[in-house]
């Protein structure tokens, strides 16, 4: 039962990373830290890796479905947002039109350098 | 009739598998409608969802409840990205100086353009607190909208409208900026597309799918850090 064991390795950073959050007070979620943590593990060759994707791959492809239930509330916050949605919807609309293209502006500046500078993008 | 339905919402198996369900529908129709890339099978999804929880009366609070412990999963989900960062981690290395120079300054202005449209328009400020992390990860921007005073239901419906709209313009624009490194298509997914990006990312390839996680985690990060400062500095 490969995906079980995975299962288990996976929730075994996600329980370290949430030590580590509760005793350092930090801000970010469990989740991420615990993220970290296993990728350092992996760096390191720690064990446990067929395991860990037998259960990881599937999770991964889930990730999108696991935050509707918080999605659809907002279909429930018709009523008491009446009024604000053109502002609220230009906003999403408009300000993530301009944040991607900030990011690929930045970055193709930015890589530019970099590859110029090496000898080229690595294969 | 409503009886039983009350006796059926007294265990999770209900919303878990009317969760299920849409989901499973969401993607049989847009797989048959032939649908595009740029639309995930989430938001017709939702919208079925949406409509099932209307149809049958049944209350938000009482589906959200019982859905909660699929909503637990995410933190497993989580975790598991670091299995496809650990495996493009010699790619992630070759770039990390652009990278992490871009990162803070890309995630602060995904939040404030945002913020700023809302505010021009005169928007209250719960509902600009409701925006400001739009573009993080489910886990963390649940944490940050509570910090900052706003509505977690309006926050995660722009996740979702945010995640479709990022999917859309980052294919458009890399197209008309002649960006074809799936590395920098990917990392831009993730950061302003969270886990919706991310997903997407990993239908283009592993290697974007890697740098979808990279921006999305670090996005996260940089945001929990730096939003409630920079929200204390504004005087909202």
């Known amino acids: 039962m490969p995906a079980l064991r995975g299962f288990l390795w996976l929730l075994g950073f996600l329980l370290s990373g949430e030590i580590v959050v509760t005793l350092a007070g930090l801000p970010v979620s469990a989740g991420v830290v615990g993220m970290l943590l296993l990728t350092c593990w992996l760096m390191l060759h720690g064990g446990g890796f067929d395991d860990i994707a037998a259960a990881a791959q599937p999770l991964i492809a889930m990730l999108a479905m696991l935050i509707m239930p918080g999605v659809v509330g907002v279909f429930f916050l018709v009523d008491e947002l009446a009024g604000q949605w053109m502002a609220i919807l230009a906003a999403l ?31 | 009739m409503s009886e039983l339905l009350d006796h059926l919402l007294g265990t999770p198996l209900l919303a878990i598998a009317l969760t299920l369900a849409a989901n499973m529908a969401g993607i049989r129709l847009l797989r048959t409608l032939g649908a595009p890339a740029w639309c995930p099978p989430i938001l017709v999804a939702s919208l079925l969802l949406a409509g099932v929880l209307a149809l049958l009366a049944i209350d938000y609070a009482d589906y959200r409840r019982g859905a909660a412990w699929l909503m637990l999963l995410l933190g497993p989900a989580t975790v598991a990205l670091g299995l496809p960062l650990h495996q493009q981690m010699p790619q992630i290395r070759a770039l990390w100086r652009p990278l992490l120079a871009c990162l803070p300054l890309a995630a602060l202005l995904a939040a404030a353009y945002a913020v700023g449209i809302a505010w021009l328009l005169g928007a209250p400020p719960e509902t600009l607190a409701s925006l400001a992390a739009k573009s993080v990860t489910a886990p963390i921007a649940i ?61 283009i390839s592993p290697v974007a799918g890697a740098f979808a996680s990279l921006g999305m985690s670090l996005t996260g990060i940089v945001s ?3 939003l409630p400062l920079a929200w204390r500095l504004m005087g909202a």
């Open chain 2, 224 to 226: 929990a850090l730096l």
């Open chain 2, 143 to 203: 944490g940050i909208t509570e910090q900052l005073g706003g509505s977690v239901s309006l926050m995660m419906g722009g996740l979702l409208i945010t995640g479709v709209v990022a999917i859309g313009v980052v294919g458009l624009a890399a197209g008309l900026l002649g960006i074809r490194d799936e590395r920098i298509i990917g990392f831009a997914l993730g950061l302003n597309g969270h886990a919706l990006g991310t997903v997407r990312a990993f239908e």
């Open chain 1, 93 to 123: 609309v408009g300000g993530t039109l301009l944040s991607v293209l900030t990011t690929l502006w930045l970055m193709r500046r930015l890589m530019g350098k970099t590859v110029s500078r090496a000898s080229g993008p690595p294969a």
